[in-house]
């Protein structure tokens, strides 16, 4: 008779934005047909001020945010 042994061992990890990186945002006005968008930039602020700016002079007001950063996962000691 074979007996099998196996062995969990349940570790704790934890995820975090990467240190060496800078969450960035683009933005894109959803009007049919208008093709406006900021540019990636990690300055959220100024890509708000942006939409707002293509609002003030359009009219457009719905626009797609994405936000993106780059992530590490480490195991907790
Ligand atoms: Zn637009």
């Given at each position: 008779?074979?007996t099998?042994?196996?062995?969990?061992?349940?570790?704790?990890?934890?995820?975090?934005?990467?240190?060496?990186?800078?969450?960035?945002?683009?933005?894109?006005?959803?009007r049919?047909?208008?093709?406006?968008?900021?540019a990636?930039?990690?300055?959220?602020?100024?890509?708000?001020?942006?939409?707002?700016?293509?609002?003030?002079?359009?009219?457009?007001?719905?626009?797609?945010?994405?936000?993106?950063?780059?992530?590490?996962?480490?195991?907790?000691?």
């Amino acid at each position: 008779m074979t007996t099998i042994k196996t062995a969990l061992r349940f570790v704790t990890h934890r995820i975090a934005r990467h240190p060496d990186s800078e969450p960035t945002v683009t933005a894109e006005c959803l009007r049919p047909g208008c093709g406006w968008s900021v540019a990636p930039t990690s300055d959220v602020k100024r890509a708000d001020v942006d939409c707002m700016a293509h609002t003030g002079a359009t009219g457009h007001a719905i626009f797609a945010r994405k936000y993106e950063d780059m992530a590490v996962v480490v195991r907790e000691t």
